[in-house]
């Protein structure tokens, strides 16, 4: 597990020395984190954009220790935290912000609730697949498709489902 100190509020997330040595891993996370912050043009869609990453990151990493539910719950892996903030990256603009937690497995989840019976949730793993479910008054969908830098159609679907009426 790769484990890098965050300096959430600067203008760039990872303020790394450039003397320190840092595993593959880290060194590439840093340039995904910041090369994701820095793609948005708009102030208001970046601040929604930015917040949204940063609870992201906020959430993983009090999920980054083995057993950190004190439940014997494995940290998030790298892989999943990189599949997680492609997939961000990859929603729409007009997307509401989700909320976002880490399962006992280690995958990383994100929901988008507007009452009981109307919820869709998604989660991703270190192998880039997007597990999700949707409850939509009596009707149900869900399903596993693979992450490969696009939000999947079944999935796009289930999303709109939840803000549509």
């Known amino acids: 597990m790769t484990t890098a100190v965050l300096a959430i509020g600067s203008p760039r997330i990872f303020n790394l020395p450039s003397d320190r040595g840092v595993s593959p891993d880290a ?9 994701v912050l820095d793609f ?3 102030i208001s869609i970046g601040d929604a954009f930015r917040e949204t990453v940063e609870n992201l990151l ?5 999920a980054s220790k083995e057993n950190w539910d004190a439940y014997g719950a494995r940290p998030v892996s790298y892989e999943a935290l990189s599949y997680a903030l492609g997939f961000l990256n990859a929603l729409p603009t007009t997307a509401p912000k989700p909320d976002i937690s880490v399962h006992p ?3 990383i989840a994100f929901e988008w609730y507007r009452g009981p019976r109307n919820v869709f949730t998604v989660s991703m793993n270190k192998v880039g ?13 869900h399903g596993v498709e ?3 830098n696009e939000i999947p159609e079944s999935v796009a679907i289930g999303l709109r489902r939840v803000y549509s009426k």
Request: proline share 3%; net charge negative; charged share 30%.
């Open 58 to 62: 906020s959430t993983v990493d009090k």
């Open 40 to 42: 948005p043009n708009s």
């Open 105 to 107: 497995d280690g995958d």
């Open 27 to 35: 060194s590439r996370l840093y340039e995904l984190v910041n090369d």
């Open 129 to 141: 697949d997007i597990n999700f479910a949707g409850l939509y008054g009596r009707s149900k969908i």
């Open 146 to 148: 693979h992450f490969a």
